[in-house]
């Protein structure tokens, strides 16, 4: 409807003669109430044979609003003693976890609203999104069926975003639409009253989001291919494959044609990964999941980018490398590590060998590696880390190099014994492939995560700021000791910024937004899109256009790290400059990147020349050509594309048989007036006089 | 509301002035265009107050302002549209008296309350529907009016206008339907007195203030609608339809021996007998007369 046309609509309704409605108002909005300030609602993830997560009818789904707290109304809701029929549930996300395979396997619950107050903590309860074994399916432990993988406490132990809920999910942290829901709708015309259902009109709801993917990921992408066939429309979607990249950056760099190559056991990984996940997609903070391990590793990095070329000369003579490797998509079935690894297994990692560059890296394979280390989770306010290894790893040859770095560390071991079972981390994906890689884990935990928010959207402000800030300062002095003396054989000379740590923590975790601070603020000034740079999101996502779409997380990162290692290259004053030498293709050694100096306070920006690389972070079951999808070798994650349109309207539901009576009054309406019109076209005649020009005396009017 | 309610709230409205077209209108093709030439000359008159309320920038938001140049601008269109049909009679009348028979002409000139029905119709049921159609339309989905109205909660902002029960799309369509019917009475009523101005009689213009008056009086009665008063509304809008009709059906000669007379309860004695049904000449059947004067008048020929 156009501008103009609705204004005569608009007058149509305000003007003529029964003006029931007011000015600019349509009666729509006298019937529904838009909650629109959320834009969290939970979406479809597809896999190799399953598809998990959310979605309502192409229409909506619409329920009557019931506010579960306990047990009590879901039987309320199973009785259905007010004939409602179809209900949206509204919950407190503090009894999310607890309700939420009942919420998902009861059919007359059509809806979710999930309810979350800024303000409140949510308690003691915890909700974590993953399984009780978080990928347990890309797992080195898969076929190990004595195995009892339970790292991460929850009540739904298949993961609350692993479940099939077929159902919407919304998720409102609005208070002023928390109050409209709980107090305008269920208090005021759906709370029972005296254990009695109340009678309509009644509160209902509509939640729509539609997903266009079903089935699993074969499926979808299959149909996605065969529309695109009929069509010749490339842009239809349907789901896309998970993809972001990794930042890696070796230390000191290779080089081919000056015969600095790898050797075996050679290389040192240092390891995090950098995203989370959630039902919900920009509610993915990942606090304490993801972004606490990648505060150690660039803390570290930091300190070792301080002193760059001591610790590069010293490596160098030991023909040692460092490799620093902040993974993206591992919470979702290993995407970064098990492409890292394919891609070492075809030798392209970092990059394929190319003749037409001179300076070229050497190609990494597994071999080269000699040892792991993998920062997961360490900020939770218990104070105490400890490192995990694979028992047959650690009971193997390898176990003194294990000690080794331990003991530099000074972590003592959750598990010595040879039955011991690494966590959920990307150090698996490495064994998967070469069973002597040793290495361990560091995490804030034994035998059960600390962290009762493990991926999920709650996993925001949970932490102690301060004893956070001191374990992460003790991990990265543990983690640098570590790696200064496996690589360079010193352990003195390389200090951790405390104040730059404390820095990225109040970026990162205590801030609101990324860029209030002003290191990160600094860090973003040469990103695109910077409204979305700003959000907390780990999520790894899909990728219309690389660039412009990759997750926050890895660009902030990739500044972080190029400014940490990085070189100002003189004699390079504009952007342009700076990247005509990436374009150069002299090398492949080094990236170039302009940006400020995160460390001053100027607007001086620089060119940097740095071994920071990206590397692809996408699923080889992609790659493939006629993988198995459903082999469970390869994360094999989509995500469903869903209709743009998504909104939440609350109104009143009139009693069912309300429309049935108006139906059959009209019915009756009909017939009587038909009744009166010919009673009145045969007795007219009579009833009134038949020349009504006679009484003027004119008949022409 | 479901689609069964749209359907009902429909029929509720329109069906008594859907009969009225099968049993009056529909058989005869001029009716049909006098009927459509109604619905036009009402959406002019909306047209002129849109356009008049578009350009009043200050006043948009004042109801009252609108509403009254709008009854205004309507009651102006149904004497235009008297004014344009007369006209063609006259030209009509010429073709007629030289002899020639034009099939219609009849009609147009001894029906002239037959007209006025067929005229009213057409614009009551425009101004029907514009004031239906939104309703139906926001009302043929699940929910029913109120909730908005009933949430008091700081920063959002809805004003309280709405009933808060589901009675409200009924009480609109009871409305637009009394309005179709009423302005079918207006129409007579209001041509009688232009008639009657023509012909100098000097009571020509009670008819008009009826009217008009009436008009204001129905659409102003409405505003109590926002104080939930729908009993009010209604009864007073049906007191006016009755009003009307009652007028309606005097200056087209009714009275109270009539009646009985037609319902058989009196002697027809005393009243003339219609030489032609006047609600429907091509009937054939009950004016034998009329139809031999016809033949009459194709021999002359």
């Known amino acids: 409807m156009t501008h103009s046309n609705f ?24 019937i529904y109430m838009k909650l629109d300030s959320s834009t969290s609602q939970c979406f479809r993830l597809l896999n190799g044979t399953h598809q998990v997560g959310c979605q309502s009818k192409e229409n909506g789904n619409t329920g009557i609003i019931y506010l579960v707290e306990s047990s009590a109304e879901l039987d309320a809701i199973n009785q259905d003693s007010g004939n409602y029929g179809e209900y949206i549930v509204a919950i407190d996300a503090r009894h999310f976890d607890e309700f939420a395979s009942a919420l998902q396997r009861m059919p007359s619950i059509v809806g979710v609203l999930l309810m979350q107050r800024n303000s409140e903590p949510l308690g003691s309860s915890g909700i974590s999104e993953d399984a009780a074994c978080p990928n347990e399916r890309t797992s080195m432990y898969s076929e190990d069926a004595a195995h009892k993988c339970d790292w991460n406490p929850t009540q739904t132990a298949a993961g609350v975003r692993f479940l099939d809920w077929t159902k919407p999910i919304f998720l409102i942290d609005n208070a002023t639409e928390i109050d409209i829901i709980v107090k305008s709708c269920w208090e005021t015309f759906n709370k029972p009253v005296d254990g009695m259902a109340r009678e ?78 959630s039902m919900f997609s920009d509610r993915t903070p990942g606090e304490e999941s993801a972004i606490s391990g ?26 040692h490398y460092l490799l620093f490797a902040l993974l993206h998509g591992e919470s979702l079935d290993y995407i970064g590590s098990s492409r890292m690894l394919y891609d070492m297994n075809q030798t392209k990692f970092p990059v394929e060998a190319s003749s037409s560059v001179k300076d070229q890296v050497d190609q990494l394979t597994i071999d080269h590696i000699g ?7 360490i900020g939770s306010s218990g104070g105490e880390h400890f490192a995990h290894v694979d028992g047959t790893v650690y009971s193997g040859i390898k176990r003194e190099k294990i000690d080794t770095v331990l ?90 910024d405390r104040d730059y740590i404390k820095d990225l923590y109040d ?31 780990t999520y790894i996502g899909t990728q219309g256009s690389m660039e412009a779409r990759s997750s926050p997380i890895k660009r902030i990162a990739n500044v972080l790290m190029v400014g940490s290692l990085g070189e100002k290259l003189p004699n390079v004053d504009t952007k342009e400059q700076c990247g005509h030498l990436s374009g150069l293709k002299k090398n492949n050694m080094y990236s170039y990147f302009w940006q400020l100096d995160l460390l001053q306070s100027d607007n001086a920006s620089y060119c940097y020349q740095s071994t920071v690389m990206q590397t692809p972070a996408q699923s080889p079951a992609f790659l493939i050509e006629d993988y198995d999808m459903t082999s469970g070798k390869y994360s094999t994650w989509v995500e469903s594309v869903w209709a743009p349109s998504v909104s939440l309207k609350l109104f009143l539901r009139p009693p069912p048989r309300y429309s049935l009576w108006i139906f059959l009054t009209a019915m009756v309406v009909l017939l009587v007036s038909m009744a009166i019109c010919l009673l009145l076209h045969r007795i007219s005649p009579l009833l009134i006089d038949a020349h009504p020009g006679a009484d003027i005396g004119d008949p022409s009017l | 509301m479901t689609f069964a309610e749209a359907l009902g709230c429909t029929a509720i409205a329109f069906g008594p002035p859907l009969w009225v077209f099968v049993v009056f209108i529909a058989r005869d093709p001029l009716r049909i265009i006098l009927f459509v030439l109604g619905a036009f000359f009402w959406l002019v008159s909306l047209l002129l107050s849109s356009i008049l309320w578009y350009a009043v920038v200050p006043l948009r938001q004042t109801l009252v302002f609108g509403l009254f140049f709008s009854i205004a601008f309507q009651e102006l269109f149904r004497y235009l549209y008297f004014f344009v049909l007369k006209r063609a009679q006259r030209g009509l009348d010429k073709l007629s008296a030289s002899g020639m028979h034009i099939a219609g002409v009849h009609s147009l000139k001894n029906a002239r309350h037959m007209l006025a029905v067929v005229c009213g119709l057409g614009m009551g049921t425009m101004a029907g ?39 409200f799309c009924l009480m609109s369509t009871l409305s637009a339907g009394i309005l179709i019917l009423t302005h079918i009475a207006w129409t007579v009523v209001f041509w009688d007195g232009c008639h009657k101005k023509g012909s100098a009689v000097p009571t020509w213009w009670v008819g008009l203030v009826i009217v008009i008056l009436s008009h ?86």
């Open chain 1, 507 to 537: 970026c990162f975790i205590t801030k609101k937004f990324w860029d209030e601070c002003e290191i990160l603020k600094r860090a973003t000034t040469y990103l695109e899109n910077k409204a979305i740079v700003r959000q907390k999101t």
């Open chain 1, 200 to 277: 309509f009109p009644v509160c209902a709801a509509t939640l729509t989001q539609f997903m266009t993917a079903a089935k699993d990921a074969p499926t979808c992408l299959r149909r996605q291919e065969m529309f695109a066939g009929l069509s010749g429309d490339t842009t239809l979607h349907l789901c896309d494959p998970l993809i972001d990249e990794n930042i890696i950056a070796f230390l000191p760099p290779t080089n081919k044609t000056a015969k600095q190559m790898f050797e075996h056991e050679s290389v040192f990984v240092l390891t995090a990964r950098m995203d989370s996940f």
């Open chain 1, 407 to 496: 003991k530099d560390t000074g972590f003592s071991l959750a598990d010595d014994s040879n039955t011991s079972r690494l966590p959920p981390a990307s150090y698996q994906q490495f064994l998967k492939h070469s069973h002597s890689i040793p290495g361990f884990v560091i995490g804030d935990y034994k035998t059960k995560f600390n962290n009762k928010y493990y991926n999920s959207f709650a996993d925001s402000d949970n932490l102690d700021a301060a004893k956070a800030i001191d374990a992460i300062t003790k991990v990265a002095e543990s983690s640098l000791k570590a790696v200064t003396n496996w690589v360079a054989n010193e352990s003195t000379g390389y200090t951790i």
């Open chain 1, 7 to 30: 204004r005569i609509y608009l007058i149509a309704i305000c003007v003529v003669l029964v003006p029931v409605l007011t000015n600019g108002q349509r009666v729509a909005d006298q």
């Open chain 2, 129 to 167: 529907m514009f004031l239906l159609v939104n309703v139906i339309a926001d009302f043929s989905g699940e929910g029913t009016a109120g909730f908005p109205a009933s949430v008091y909660v700081a920063n959002v902002t809805v004003p309280f206008r709405g009933h808060g029960n589901y009675h």
């Open chain 1, 371 to 377: 040892f792991v280390l993998e920062l997961n989770q």
């Open chain 1, 294 to 319: 990648v505060i150690t590793l660039l803390a570290v990095a930091n300190a070792i980018g301080q002193k760059r070329e001591q610790f590069s000369s010293a490596a160098r003579q030991r023909k």
């Open chain 2, 216 to 301: 204001y009086v129905s659409s102003a009665i409405s505003f109590y609608n926002e104080k939930k008063m729908y009993g009010l509304t209604l009864g007073v809008q049906l007191i006016i339809l009755l009003i009307n009709w009652m007028f309606a059906w005097y200056v087209m000669g009714g009275s109270v021996a009539r009646m009985k007379a037609a319902f058989g309860l009196g002697p027809a004695a005393g009243l003339s007998t219609p030489r032609t049904p006047i609600v429907d000449e091509t009937d054939e059947s009950p004016a034998p007369t009329h139809q031999r004067r016809f033949d009459a008048h194709h021999v002359e020929t």
